[in-house]
């Protein structure tokens, strides 16, 4: 008899567990796509707007520096400098070149070269902020030649006569810009180079970081071969640090544009995918609990009915009907309900009808002796119990060989179905019997019957038979013989030795002449 499965093997917990396992590998497929798909991303995001953080610095001191060359083209192309350069104007020194027009200026060094490169005049403040101011190199006037010697360099491998500009990232930071000495009026050929250098000061920085609004640094950097790209470096959940070199003399030197930069836009865009993620498991994760209630209201509570009632099928009750909440189910639980009830009732009429033919006589329709040998049993037990008596008589039907060779065995059958059903008639009350025990002979029980009774009912039996006056040969007609035995209330008497002793009232019967009803003797009780 099949059991109800084991805890685990149940559907709901197989189910279950299957769908544990779905939900921890789509997480896990979530974690590396939040890994390896969105995190990048997002990063990749940071550096883009890291590096556009960096271009507004540069963009800044783009601003500065056209603000330097500006400024020196305007010097350059003033008429006096033409001339001082030309050696016609000496008062220019005096009149332009003193410390407080270069601080006005906010230039930390002017520089005019002779067309060649050649320093002609330089003026500016040293390191501790003294000012000097001599003819041709710094030097002369104990100044640091190494930027004036860069530039008159660059000068004497020829420049074209535009406005140039570089980064300068010597020990001071600064901006340097250089553009040939004009005529303002006259196409004559430029007399010189004019440069003006403007640091790159804490006050500049500064200003640089209130106009952004990033803090950052600048500061020279030796480099090694190609510039490399931006750099940036996470130093916590909220703050990078991003880093670029910008190209800047002398050579072999960059200007290290470096800055710290809030890193909310990652936290944000992070906050955002954690916001969605958090709604979207809580969405999926409540349409998960409402599937797998209705899956355990539609599917699951219903089948475990099914199973409980199929198994107290096989325990005991038998007859139950399957209940009506799974029989008018609509859906395939009905359907399969309707169809096990079906089943059901196929084999219950199978199992009847095997019953009737295990019990029964193909040919009659009367009881078997196996359903007599059970009767017989059960009304003896009673009898025994003094609940009643019992009354058994065997009945032959008289010369049925001779019957059977005149008329043939198909009109034989044909009367022992006639006789069959005129006893069958006869004894019809609950609780008596008829069999066919042998070819022509029968046995009937008659519980209940008093001991009077028996020979009254086997003559009575007998007469109708009779009366059925089914013609014989060479007999006038067909008749039966009775033996009857019985056993009282109270008595235990065994069948065999009830059928012994009607048997033996039949066969007297038979002897003395059949048609006629003999009782068994008490020499034949037992
Ligand atoms: N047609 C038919 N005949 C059967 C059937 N069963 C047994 N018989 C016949 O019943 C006959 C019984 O004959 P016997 O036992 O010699 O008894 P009888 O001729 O009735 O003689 P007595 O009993 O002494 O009166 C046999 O010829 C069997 O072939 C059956 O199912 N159908």
Same mark, same amino acid.
């Given at each position: 008899?099949?059991?109800?499965p084991p805890r685990f093997s149940s559907l709901r917990n197989r189910f279950l567990a299957a769908l544990a396992l779905v939900v921890g590998v789509a997480a896990l497929i979530l974690a590396l796509i939040a890994r390896y798909q969105i995190a990048p991303i997002l990063l990749e995001?940071?550096?883009?707007?890291?590096?556009?953080?960096?271009?507004?610095?540069?963009?800044?001191? #783009?601003?500065?520096?056209?603000?330097?060359?500006?400024?020196?083209?305007?010097?350059?192309?003033?008429?006096?400098?033409?001339?001082?350069?030309?050696?016609?104007?000496?008062?220019?020194?005096?009149?332009?070149?003193?410390?407080?027009?270069?601080?006005?200026? *906010?230039?930390?060094?002017?520089?005019?070269?002779?067309?060649?490169?050649?320093?002609?005049?330089?003026?500016?403040?040293?390191?501790?902020?003294?000012?000097?101011?001599?003819?041709?190199?710094?030097?002369?006037?104990?100044?640091?030649?190494?930027?004036?010697? =860069?530039?008159?360099?660059?000068? #004497?491998?020829?420049?074209?006569?535009?406005?140039?500009?570089?980064?300068?990232?010597?020990?001071?930071?600064?901006?340097?810009?250089?553009?040939?000495?004009?005529? !303002?009026?006259?196409?004559?050929?430029?007399? *010189?180079?004019?440069?003006?250098?403007?640091?790159?000061?804490? @006050? +500049?920085?500064?200003?640089?970081?209130?106009?952004?609004?990033?803090?950052? &640094?600048?500061? #020279?950097?030796?480099?090694?071969?190609?510039?490399?790209?931006?750099?940036?470096?996470?130093?916590?959940?909220?703050?990078?640090?991003?880093?670029?070199?910008?190209?800047?003399?002398?050579?072999?030197?960059?200007?290290?544009?470096?800055?710290?930069?809030?890193?909310?836009?990652?936290?944000?865009s992070l906050e955002t995918f954690r916001f969605a993620l958090v709604w979207t498991a809580g969405v999926l994760a409540v349409t998960l609990i409402v599937v797998l209630l209705l899956l355990e209201r539609m599917i699951l509570r219903?089948l475990r009915?099914?199973?409980?009632? $199929? =198994?107290?099928?096989?325990?005991?009750?038998?007859? =139950?009907?399957?209940?009506? !909440?799974? /029989?008018?189910?609509?859906?395939?639980?009905?359907?399969?309900?309707?169809?096990?009830?079906?089943?059901?009732?196929?084999?219950?009429?199978?199992?009847? +009808?095997?019953?009737?033919?295990?019990?029964?006589?193909?040919?009659?329709?009367?009881?078997?002796?196996?359903?007599?040998?059970?009767?017989? *049993?059960?009304?003896?037990?009673?009898?025994?119990?003094?609940?009643?008596?019992? &009354?058994?008589?065997?009945?032959?039907?008289?010369?049925?060989?001779?019957?059977?060779?005149?008329?043939?065995?198909?009109?034989?059958?044909?009367?022992?179905?006639?006789?069959?059903?005129?006893?069958? =008639?006869?004894?019809?009350?609950?609780?008596?019997?008829?069999?066919?025990?042998?070819?022509?002979?029968?046995?009937?029980?008659?519980?209940?019957?008093?001991?009077?009774?028996?020979?009254?009912?086997?003559?009575?039996?007998?007469?109708? /038979? %009779?009366?059925?006056? /089914?013609?014989?040969?060479?007999?006038?007609?067909? $008749?039966?013989?009775?033996?009857?035995?019985?056993?009282?209330?109270?008595?235990?008497?065994? @069948? %065999? !030795?009830?059928?012994?002793?009607?048997?033996?009232?039949?066969?007297?019967?038979?002897? $003395?002449?059949?048609?006629?009803?003999?009782?068994?003797?008490?020499?034949?009780?037992?």
């Open positions: 008899m099949a059991s109800m995001d940071e550096s883009r707007y890291a590096s556009g953080e960096l271009d507004r610095i540069e963009r800044a001191l #783009g601003n500065e520096r056209n603000h330097l060359q500006s400024l020196v083209e305007d010097w350059a192309w003033w008429d006096d400098t033409y001339a001082f350069v030309g050696g016609t104007r000496p008062e220019y020194v005096d009149s332009n070149l003193y410390a407080g027009a270069l601080e006005t200026l *906010g230039v930390q060094l002017m520089a005019f070269f002779a067309p060649d490169g050649a320093p002609y005049w330089t003026a500016g403040f040293d390191r501790q902020g003294a000012f000097w101011s001599c003819a041709g190199h710094p030097e002369a006037c104990e100044g640091s030649r190494e930027l004036t010697d =860069q530039l008159g360099s660059r000068i #004497g491998q020829g420049l074209d006569e535009g406005t140039h500009s570089w980064l300068w990232a010597g020990d001071a930071p600064a901006l340097i810009a250089l553009t040939p000495i004009l005529k !303002s009026q006259e196409d004559a050929p430029a007399n *010189g180079w004019l440069a003006m250098v403007m640091p790159l000061s804490e @006050a +500049l920085v500064a200003q640089l970081r209130e106009t952004t609004g990033i803090e950052l &640094t600048l500061r #020279g950097q030796t480099v090694e071969g190609a510039m490399a790209d931006d750099r940036l470096e996470r130093l916590s959940p909220t703050r990078m640090r991003v880093t670029r070199d910008l190209a800047a003399l002398p050579a072999g030197q960059a200007l290290r544009l470096e800055a710290t930069l809030p890193r909310q836009r990652y936290q944000a219903p009915d099914f199973a409980r009632f $199929t =198994q107290q099928l096989g325990r005991h009750a038998h007859d =139950q009907q399957t209940p009506e !909440s799974l /029989i008018g189910r609509r859906d395939e639980i009905g359907i399969l309900a309707r169809a096990f009830q079906h089943l059901r009732q196929c084999q219950r009429h199978q199992h009847d +009808l095997l019953l009737e033919l295990s019990q029964h006589d193909a040919l009659t329709g009367l009881a078997n002796r196996r359903l007599l040998d059970e009767h017989l *049993g059960e009304v003896l037990a009673r009898a025994a119990q003094g609940e009643h008596g019992v &009354t058994l008589m065997l009945v032959d039907i008289d010369h049925f060989k001779a019957y059977n060779d005149h008329f043939g065995h198909p009109a034989g059958d044909a009367c022992l179905r006639k006789v069959a059903e005129t006893m069958r =008639q006869h004894f019809s009350r609950p609780g008596q019997l008829v069999a066919r025990t042998g070819g022509e002979e029968f046995t009937v029980v008659l519980p209940g019957a008093p001991p009077e009774a028996g020979p009254r009912m086997a003559e009575s039996l007998r007469a109708a /038979i %009779e009366r059925l006056a /089914i013609p014989h040969h060479p007999y006038p007609r067909v $008749t039966i013989s009775v033996g009857v035995s019985h056993v009282e209330a109270g008595q235990a008497r065994a @069948a %065999e !030795s009830l059928i012994e002793s009607a048997d033996a009232a039949l066969y007297a019967a038979k002897r $003395t002449g059949r048609n006629r009803v003999q009782v068994e003797t008490a020499l034949n009780r037992v």
